[in-house]
């Protein structure tokens, strides 16, 4: 796992291959990440955004950027936390992804990034 604090917010992350819904021979591998977004501040907050930059091992780079995480613009309130989970294909067996959330303060209306650590998406298989 890997964890990063901004403003904060923290944000930590879980990665796991997806062996069945990968297809090896089509150049087809599935990872789905885990996220928990933790208010660690004295006020709300808002995810408004989400924009990730994903690298494949070939040097291939995707952005992709839009509301909210899976259809939510969740709010944080002080010491709680959001957790969801998603997913990220890749061409390679490896490969990396990293981002920012865009949030907003509540009390002042605000609006700050809070950076998704870089993590690996790596399938076992690579490791042995």
Known sequence: ???QITEGVKVSVETTYQPEYSNPAN???????????ENLTDYSVQLLRRHWTIFDSNGTKREV???????LQP???P???HEYVSGCN???DMGTMKGTY??????????FDVSIPQFALIA???LN
């Not at 150049?27 to 977004?37: D, G, L, P, R, W």
């Not at 950027?65 to 259809?71: M, Y």
């Not at 865009?102 to 609006?111: F, N, P, S």
């Open 27 to 37: 150049e087809h591998y599935m990872f789905a990440y885990k996220i928990q977004i």
């Open 124 to 126: 076992p298989f690579k």
């Open 90 to 92: 890749l061409k390679t």
């Open 65 to 71: 950027e839009g509301e909210g995480v899976v259809g």
């Open 1 to 3: 796992m890997v964890a």
């Open 75 to 77: 709010i944080i309130t």
């Open 79 to 81: 010491g709680q936390h």
């Open 102 to 111: 865009q949030m907003k303060r509540l009390v002042d209306g605000e609006i």
